[in-house]
């Protein structure tokens, strides 16, 4: 713990949550856009089909 000695608190992190950066990314880059929404297909064939998304997983992590 740096800052205040005597707060027992740590010091929150400086910079951006998560999902800002991932948005910040995406207003900047196609390709991460296009990568985030294959994942998020991904997730929700996930749900009903678990081997079907980890071929279409592997396929798209190999090109």
């Known amino acids: 713990m740096t800052g205040n000695p005597t707060s027992k608190a ?3 992190p400086i910079g951006r949550t998560a999902v800002q950066a991932a948005s910040e990314r995406a207003t900047r880059s196609e390709e991460y ?4 929404d294959e994942y998020n297909r991904i997730r929700e064939l996930r ?3 678990p081997v079907a998304a980890r071929l279409a997983e592997r396929r798209y992590e190999l090109g």
């Open 47 to 49: 749900k009903t089909n």
């Open 10 to 12: 740590p010091d929150s």
């Open 33 to 36: 856009r296009a990568a985030r």
